[in-house]
């Protein structure tokens, strides 16, 4: 074993870390600068940047589409927009909502916060999250570029077969939306991957599992779900496409196939999704509650327990999109069940969180506002999902705009309002700025009181009948007033985003300053400054408490910070799993276009494959050269990793 | 924390730490790092490590996951359709077993190679590690041309009926594993001979065994279901 030829000084901390050495890490840790710079960059708070502000992007344009809905069905036997295209916007708003906007802006959001919150340098793997990045990106562009050309998919946003199958959708239109699939799922399972690796082993020492902040948490879990979810709705996606291109018969009957199949597989992801939403904004709760109420948050192993426990019971619930199926009638009764179930963690979050805000003192910001109109929201869902959990009820209102108005409650409350209280919560470490208080009021209750004039109405639509998917109606059935409201209140809803823009916009060059912890918060992002440098920490803290900084001062004798790692070196502190000890020190990538690249490859693969099943075969090559040359070690870095080589 | 807490969860020096501790369990690297002043000094901790103490395991471990899931799912879907025909298969013979078999048999005997290479790497014997990764890669080459045959012995199409589409994703979706993994081996292989080496090169050798024994393994239900599902059912 020759790996090392001679000891050559090295660079390390001390603790506190001199400013040569604070300037030494800034210099390592930063992306390149220029434009080849700007694709190789890998830091993760750059990428998580660029994965949140996309993710926001698709949020305005599938809000947008929204409101051309509600434009259209404002007053029967409107011709705003006709039938063709209005099968086109309702799939592209629940798509976009839902993969473009929902779940990636959950990974981007923790993309930036969670290496901080466990005193990381960085996420796990920058490389694979830069390529994740760039994939979900063109995926996403992909299906708008084809929107635009009017191929746009129209068969909803889970596209059942029949309709989406080869002989009731001719053309190209639903090929995007199932590659489209393929895009995101690809970079949500990486995402998945990288964020777990994350928790697992790159956490500061001393923040055993049972320290770890409950966002970290609910990211965690949401990880595992999306591994265990996602392979289905690929699998049946790229089913559905073989189905259309070249031949199979999975979902059809009159070759032994079965468009039951479908949905199963599709629920099977489709309702843990719900979750991978709905969880990462409990994260979200449970971090704003205990800051604005300045007190820990009461019953941390409960709340941890009950964000497993709500992930295991999202994955037997997803016959009940389908109780208007002919799955057998003794199976729906288990599956309500469960669906009831899931109120009991729920039940046990909610009183955790009452509790701690009931014995706070309570701080009422912005933040704490969308956590409060959460509440309320989301048990309006919670409600109506019950009713619908039962199958009498269920087969009453399915696919009725009762069910919209569910939907809504539930993603809009459960997810939106505590991402919203979220960004007003986290901006300031973002940006150094906080946002207007004033505007952020504003924002505020523009949203709250335009997102219930605007769903409200619908759960009375639904009842009176009125069927989802429609592009019009007549006078006769008397919903014109109701619809009327709807709209009223989704142009309340755009003037909130609206202002909400603004308010990002000016803040982020005239807010007032912030410091290192505007709010006073308890978890590890806080103790560096805003925003954090390249390096994250000028040296990683040691934790001594479940909020190291309310009461995780070290005592006499125990060390703060870790010192001895390098600062001319990508070099990362490894812990070990359960209790977070020193394991050891491997050096991270350095900046490099290939991941750019390889998403490259990878999209002509993915776009050429809906033209011509051969594009799978010649589209590997570009695919397998950009990710060898990816993983290719350089000369000069294998280098200066082997002078900081120790063997185990 | 207690003094006796941090002790043990090696963020204190203290000389017990050199004797075997209550934690017989804690990594080796654990006792490495020591409290100088304000700082717990990671320096003499090693630069690499293998197994369940690396990131890239857990990397793999996630990878193997995602697919055992896509497998597992693609099994069920199997037997779905199948609880939808009366006859299975419902126009054609069941697979030929002879080259199914084979293929099988060569697989299991590939684990050996995989097994010599990582035992090699965590050795850091660079030597072991050319010798057991070339003999893995020529493994692996072998099994992709057994492979190609073993389509023309399918007795089916996958656009013949909804029982040709299955049995044709199980076996294309395996083969996309047995090509990424070879052409993954291949990659590392060159690697050991041209460099530039360092220390994490030899746990990726151990990572890309551990693929390979999943590739492998998860073959096993796969063929049981190709190729016995339609003969003893």
Known sequence: MTLRDAAAPVDVNDVPPSPDQVRSLVRTWSDPPGWLGWISALNHKTIGKRFLCTAFGFFILGGLLAAAMRLQLARPRNHLVGPDLYDQLFTM??????????????????????????????????????????????????????????????????????????????????????????????????????????????????????????????????????????????????????????????????????????????????????????????????????????????????????????????????????????????????????????????????????????????????????????????????????????????????????????????????????????????????????MSEKLGRWNFWLMFIGFNVAFFPMHLLGLAGMPRRVYTYPDMQGWGRLNAISTAGALLLVVSVALFLVNVWRSRRHGEVAGNNPWGGATLEWATTSPPPAHNFDAIPVVYSRDPLWDGAPREGQPSHVGGLAVGQREVLVTTLLDAEPDHRPVMPNPSPWPFLGAIATTILFIGSIFTPWAVVWGMVPVAITLTAWFWPRKRDAAAHLALEQQP | MTRAELTA??????????????????????????????????????????????????????????????????????????????????????????????????????????????????????????????????????????????????????DSDAYGSVVWMLMGMHTFHLLTDAYDTLVLNVLFFTGPLEGRRYGDVGENAMYWYFVVFSWLPIYAVVYWAPRLG
Not at chain 1, 209 to 224: G, Q
Not at chain 1, 227 to 246: G, N, Y
Not at chain 1, 352 to 367: D, K, M, Q, S, V
Not at chain 2, 23 to 41: C, F, H, K, M, Q
Request: with cysteine; net charge positive.
């Open chain 2, 9 to 158: 969860s090696g963020l204190q020096a203290d000389a017990s730490r050199q004797a075997p501790s209550s934690r017989a369990e804690a990594p080796p690297g654990a006792t490495l790092a020591a409290v100088r002043g304000a700082a717990l000094d990671v320096r003499a901790l090693p630069s690499f490590a293998f197994g369940a103490r690396s990131m890239m395991w857990w990397a793999t471990l996630g990878l193997m996951l995602i697919e055992g899931t896509v497998f597992a799912l693609t099994l069920a879907t199997y037997f779905y359709l199948r609880s939808h025909v009366q006859v299975w298969p419902p126009q054609e013979p069941p697979p030929d077993l002879a080259v199914g078999t084979g293929l099988t048999l060569l697989l299991l005997v590939s684990v050996w190679p995989a097994m010599r290479a990582k035992a090699a790497a965590e050795r850091l014997d660079t030597g072991g590690v050319r010798l057991w990764l070339t003999i893995s890669t020529a493994f692996s080459i072998l099994v992709l041309v057994v492979r190609a045959f073993e389509f023309g012995h399918l007795n089916c199409r996958w």
């Open chain 1, 93 to 434: 708003h629940g798509t976009t909502m839902m993969f473009l906007f929902a779940v990636p802006v959950m990974q981007a959001v923790s993309i930036y916060l969670v290496p901080l919150m466990v005193g990381s340098r960085t996420i796990a793997f920058p490389r694979m999250n830069a390529f994740a990045y760039w994939i979900y990106l063109f995926g996403g562009a992909m299906l708008y570029v084809a929107f635009a050309l009017d191929i746009g998919p129209d068969a909803g946003w889970f596209a059942y077969v029949p309709l989406s199958g080869p002989d009731y959708s001719p053309g190209k239109r639903v090929d995007f939306w199932a590659q489209m699939i393929t895009f995101t799922e690809l970079s949500g399972l990486l995402e998945a991957i990288i964020l777990i690796v994350t928790v697992f082993k790159l956490r500061a020492p001393g923040m055993t599992l049972n320290r770890v902040p409950l966002f970290t948490w609910s990211m965690l879990v949401t990880a595992f779900m999306v591994i265990f979810a996602m392979p289905s709705v690929m699998l049946a996606s790229t089913a559905l496409i073989t189905d259309r291109l070249v031949g199979t018969h999975f979902y059809n009957p009159a070759e032994g196939g079965d468009a039951l199949l479908w949905q199963h597989l599709f629920w099977f992801f489709g309702h843990p999704e719900v979750y991978m939403i709905f969880i990462p904004g409990l994260g979200f709760v449970s971090t704003i509650v205990p800051t604005f109420s300045r007190r820990p948050i009461h019953g941390y192993p409960a709340m941890v327990i009950a964000l497993i426990a709500t992930a295991f019971l999202a994955f037997g619930l997803w016959v009940h999109h389908m109780f208007a199926t002919n799955v057998p009638e003794l199976g729906k009764g288990f599956f309500t069940a469960v669906s009831m179930m899931i109120a009991i963690p729920t039940a046990v979050q909610i009183w955790c969180w009452i509790a701690t805000l009931w014995t706070g003192r309570l701080n009422f910001r912005t933040p704490l506002l969308f956590v409060l109109a959460f509440f309320f929201i989301l048990l309006m869902g919670g409600m109506t999902g019950l009713m619908l959990a039962a199958v009498p009820l269920d087969l009453q209102v399915h696919d009725t705009y009762f069910v919209v108005a569910h939907l809504h409650y539930v993603l809009f409350g459960g997810a939106v309002f505590p991402l919203f209280g979220a960004v007003y919560y986290w901006f300031p470490k973002y940006t150094g700025r906080l």
